[in-house]
């Protein structure tokens, strides 16, 4: 171990390193078709370790969920710096539509929303996770659309929930006609963002 890299340092690495194996295991063969074996050997780790982290497969998914949320953030913040609304919007909306949906990030979306739909623990940490999300979107209405501040609270969680859902459907459109014409949709999308902002 290097001077600046301490234990806990090492272990988070580790865990890191088993979570990015387990969503390679899950977009390849779903949550209950990758085994611990095979997310072991693609982690490079004995299974052992999976155990020492992960007490099993809902804990791996619940830090699947906890990660991709942050990249989310990651995006949304970056975006919000330049003080724009618009941007921080399509940011989130890059998580769905055009180059960057990615047909293993799409199998993971799909995964964990039929999880969560059997397994009432695997829902109740997506909700959460979703809750997180729009109060952020809520944080950053408030903060960089200064017509916003006249909305009432039901009015703007209104406008959020659209365009949750409709950022959500593209990701269903990906599956059904991948050969829609990408370049239509989003100018389509564009439109529509620009009409939640609008008050």
């Not at 501040?149 to 929930?161: C, F, G, M, V």
């Given at each position: 171990m290097s001077a600046g890299e301490t234990e806990p340092k090492k272990g988070e690495l580790r865990r890191m390193k088993l979570v990015q194996a387990a969503i390679r295991c899950f977009e390849e063969s779903g949550f209950h078709g990758a085994s611990m074996s095979q997310i072991s050997e693609a982690a490079g780790m004995s299974v052992g370790h999976i155990y020492h982290y992960f007490p099993g497969k809902e804990a791996l998914i619940a830090a699947i969920v906890e990660v991709k949320l942050e990249e989310t953030f990651q995006r949304m913040n970056a975006a919000a710096r330049k003080a724009s609304l618009f941007d921080a919007l399509m940011a989130r909306a890059g998580d769905c539509t055009g180059e960057d949906t990615k047909r293993g990030e799409r199998a993971l979306f799909f995964e964990t929303v039929a999880e969560g739909e059997r397994n009432p623990k695997i829902a109740e940490l997506m909700r959460r996770a979703d809750q997180r999300l729009i109060n952020r979107q809520r944080e950053m209405f408030r903060e960089l659309e200064p017509s916003v501040?006249?909305?009432?609270?039901?009015?703007?969680?209104?406008?959020?929930?659209v365009f949750n859902a409709l950022l959500n459907g593209l990701t269903v459109r990906e599956l059904y006609n991948p050969e829609h014409d990408t370049a239509k949709m989003e100018a389509i999308v564009v439109k529509m963002l620009r009409s939640l902002i609008e008050v």
């Open positions: 501040a006249s909305l009432a609270d039901d009015d703007l969680d209104a406008r959020l929930e």
